[in-house]
């Protein structure tokens, strides 16, 4: 096995150890260990089919617990291409609406990659486990196409649409060393009270107005 496959190896079975010896979860890394920066490593059989399916469920459970909608190896330590990702969607109508933010069923992908599937950009705040406690605005497509696949080996090949293809793009980002604040406009960052307090719309229209920084041209809410 190469020596970075069985770095991987290690670092995977650290987290299943922690989790069964704890609550069955994993510690969140926070910005600024190196594991947030590094190109991950594609899934290769780095370890056997239950100890991966173990992961995916520790990696979930993180999530749930933290509580996010997405998660990525690297944000558990392991710099391995993978993420999960489960949102259950908005409960305010409006919100939903000009979010396009519907349901996402659990989905586990390994080896994601994605590009631009529409033209048109969208921009609201986002948030990440990893930097707890800020949100910051991120444009990103409304529409991506994801590859890679499932945790049985199925291709994955979809265009993911919405506040999902956000969440996903998040993600699969992460596995490529990128945090959210490296495509963000700087000039909205808020504390979370912030933007409960003054940045609570379902769009970003007013925000961008009173913080001085553009939206995507064509923008529309």
Not at 34 to 53: I, S, Y
Not at 205 to 213: P, S, T
Request: charged share 20%; proline share 6%; with cysteine.
């Amino acid at each position: 096995m190469h020596e970075a496959d069985a770095t991987i190896a290690a670092q995977i079975r650290a987290v299943l150890t922690a989790a069964e010896s704890g609550d069955g979860t994993a510690p969140i890394v926070e910005a600024g260990d190196p594991v947030l920066r590094a190109e991950t490593r594609p899934f290769d059989g780095q370890v056997d089919d239950a100890e991966l399916e173990k992961l995916a469920e520790v990696m979930r459970a993180t999530m749930l617990a933290a509580p996010g909608v997405g998660l990525a190896g690297p944000q558990v330590g392991v710099s391995l291409s993978m993420f999960v990702a489960e949102d259950p969607g908005a409960r305010d109508p409006e919100v939903a609406a000009v979010r396009q933010r519907e349901p996402m069923p659990l989905r586990v992908v390994l080896n994601a990659a994605y590009s631009r599937a529409s033209a048109d950009d969208v921009a609201f705040y986002e948030g990440c486990l990893s930097i707890p406690g800020y949100q910051a605005v991120v444009a990103r497509p409304r529409e991506i196409e994801l590859t890679g696949t499932d945790l049985q080996g199925a291709p994955i090949a979809e265009v993911v649409t919405g506040w999902s293809a956000r969440i996903v793009a998040h993600e699969t980002d992460h596995l490529s060393g990128v945090l959210f604040l490296d495509k963000a406009e700087m000039r909205s960052l808020a504390t979370n009270t912030s933007v409960a307090k003054f940045w609570h719309q379902p769009s970003t229209q007013k925000a961008a107005a009173e913080l001085g920084f553009s939206l995507p041209s064509g923008m529309v809410m």
